[in-house]
């Protein structure tokens, strides 16, 4: 599956972007999504994750209650929708699927990987 991650931009702290993942066509469906980001001088970090059908989502703690993954398999089409944003998100932010279904927060699960897009929040 090829994805293709979009929506990044400048916000000031306090505002939202909405991420979109846009994959091929089948399987799509198969695949549990996540995202992650990597910050400049950083390890790639998880960020969420969400189940091939969407029934479970899962979320790095420095997000929780503030981010919302989700996913439309009709469209081929994941999000990932930041509230309350911090310079800290501060990161180029990636989509991936997991063959496994479920999916992980282990970035080596993950066989295939979009291009990131860069989030910027000024302070």
């Known amino acids: 599956v090829q994805l293709q991650a979009s929506g990044g931009g400048l916000v000031q702290a306090g505002g939202s972007l909405r991420l979109s993942c846009a994959g091929s066509d089948h399987p799509f469906s198969s695949y549990a999504l996540g995202w992650f980001r990597q910050a400049p001088g950083k390890e790639r970090e998880f960020v969420a994750g969400i189940s091939w059908a969407g029934l479970s989502t899962y979320y790095a703690d420095s997000v929780k209650g503030r981010f919302a993954v989700s996913r439309d398999n009709a469209k081929n089409t994941a999000y990932l929708r930041m509230n309350n944003l911090k310079p800290d998100d501060t990161a180029v932010y990636y989509c991936?699927?997991?063959?496994?279904?479920?999916?992980?927060?282990?970035?080596?699960?993950?066989?295939?990987w979009g291009q990131g897009t860069l989030v910027t929040v000024s302070s």
């Open positions: 991936a699927a997991d063959p496994s279904r479920e999916g992980s927060p282990d970035p080596d699960e993950y066989d295939y």
